[in-house]
């Protein structure tokens, strides 16, 4: 069986993931190719975008395409980028396919970065109240501490 989106096929594998992370309804708000938005956007629900935002996005879940292109912060439960996005990400689970690029910090729950994606800036593990762990990644990482200067400080 053949899967498809208009006159587009489906890959089986981007349906299993998208299936397994949003559920078998696949309803939601669709940002089409060659549709920029500036300003804000806050929807229920998933949305997908595969044209150009300028502005902050709030939804409850997120699917950003390999042709889309998000400058502004992102906030969702679910965080899917398969493209550009500049600015800060906060989400409940974020997923960095291999085609995203990602400048920005992230604060999350849990975060999949796959092969191949670019990321630069900051992942902060959100533990609910009780604070968060701090890892950074891209060009401001913390000094490296040899083993000597750090038995020294013991």
């Known amino acids: 069986m053949e899967l498809r989106r208009g006159s587009e096929p489906l890959e089986e594998a981007r349906f299993a993931w998208e299936e397994a992370m949003f559920g078998s309804r696949r309803g939601g708000t669709v940002i089409g190719n060659g549709l920029k938005i500036v300003g804000n956007v806050t929807a229920e629900g998933l949305v997908e975008v595969n044209g150009q935002i300028e502005g902050d996005l709030h939804c409850t879940s997120l699917i950003v395409t390999p042709k889309a292109q998000i400058v502004g912060s992102i906030t969702a439960e679910r965080v899917v980028v398969n ?7 906060q ?3 974020v997923v960095l396919k291999s085609q995203a690029h990602v400048v920005g910090d992230i604060r999350h729950q849990s ?3 796959e092969k191949g994606a670019y990321f630069d800036g ?3 593990q959100a533990h609910g109240s ?7 990644v891209g060009k401001n990482k913390p000094r490296e501490v040899s ?4 038995t020294a400080a013991e």
């Open 83 to 89: 493209g550009r996005v500049e600015g800060p990400i």
């Open 130 to 136: 009780n604070g968060s762990q701090l890892a950074t």
């Open 91 to 93: 989400g409940g689970e």
């Open 111 to 113: 975060l999949t970065i």
């Open 122 to 124: 900051r992942a902060a």
């Open 147 to 150: 083993r000597e200067a750090n």
